[in-house]
Antibody, heavy 121, light 110 residues
Framework: QVQLVESGGGVVQPGRSLRLACAAS????????MHWVRQAPGKGLEWLAV????????YYADSVKGRFTISRDNSKNTLYLQMSSLRAEDTAVYYC??????????????WGQGTLVTVSS | QSALTQPASVSGSPGQSITISCTGT?????????VSWYQQHPGKAPKLMIF???NRPSGVSDRFSGSKSANTASLTISGLQAEDEADYYC??????????FGGGTKVTVL
């Protein structure tokens, strides 16, 4: 069955960087678009970024553009989110999700369980 | 990239039907049929309930249905059950090739 397992979360100081990873299994990873979504404590879902199946295109929410970078390694079935210049407001559970399509954001078909990032001094 | 607009809360008694609205713009909901709905129980990851406006993934109860008119999409839950109590989020693809979520709606079963 489809599994998405996020890792890399933890406590980080403001201004520092952190890289999240999402290990995928149970499907052809290189055939689907992949997303990152976050949820601050007690708040709603916030979409962050998408990367198409072949890495040809990446799109970001304005709130993280220039600070966060989405990438993938299809040979390792792994999705990444490089986060820099972290702020307290980046504190959230970060989810990776697989799209229904490969090159258009149709629907977030499968979700991981999330990894908590806490930005605090 | 303004969030789609959803009511903060909706409630209903067991067996009743409720409808959650999701209002966007001509840059998202109004132009694409890539509208989805997600259910999230406390402490859990979201679950896809409706995709492409009105389609259900296999395994999702047919008590859940979706529709769209102009810039507003809707999720209807028929025959409300206690297990339907959760937060619900809509999302849409946008003309910027990004995704936007609604603010979420808390469904309470009275």
């Amino acid at each position: 069955q489809v599994q998405l397992v996020e890792s890399g979360g933890g406590v980080v100081q403001p201004g520092r960087s952190l890289r999240l990873a999402c290990a995928a299994s149970g499907f052809s990873f290189s055939s689907y678009g992949m997303h990152w979504v976050r949820q601050a404590p007690g708040k709603g879902l916030e979409w962050l970024a998408v990367i198409w199946y072949d890495v040809s295109s990446k799109y970001y929410a304005d709130s993280v553009k220039g600070r966060f970078t989405i990438s993938r390694d299809n040979s390792k079935n792994t999705l990444y989110l490089q986060m820099s210049s972290l702020r307290a407001e980046d504190t959230a559970v970060y989810y990776c999700a697989r799209d229904r399509r490969r090159d258009q954001a149709s629907a977030l078909w499968h979700w991981g369980q999330g990894t908590l990032v806490t930005v605090s001094s | 990239q303004s969030a789609l607009t959803q009511p903060a809360s909706v409630s209903g008694s067991p067996g009743q039907s409720i409808t959650i609205s999701c209002t966007g713009t001509s840059s998202d909901v109004g132009v694409y049929n890539f509208v989805s709905w997600y259910q999230q129980h406390p402490g859990k990851a979201p679950k896809l309930m409706i995709f492409d406006v009105s389609n259900r993934p296999s395994g999702v109860s047919d008590r859940f249905s979706g529709s769209k008119s102009a810039n507003t999409a809707s999720l209807t839950i028929s025959g409300l059950q206690a297990e339907d109590e959760a937060d619900y989020y809509c999302s849409s693809y946008t003309t910027s090739s990004t995704v936007v979520f609604g603010g979420g709606t808390k469904v309470t079963v009275l």
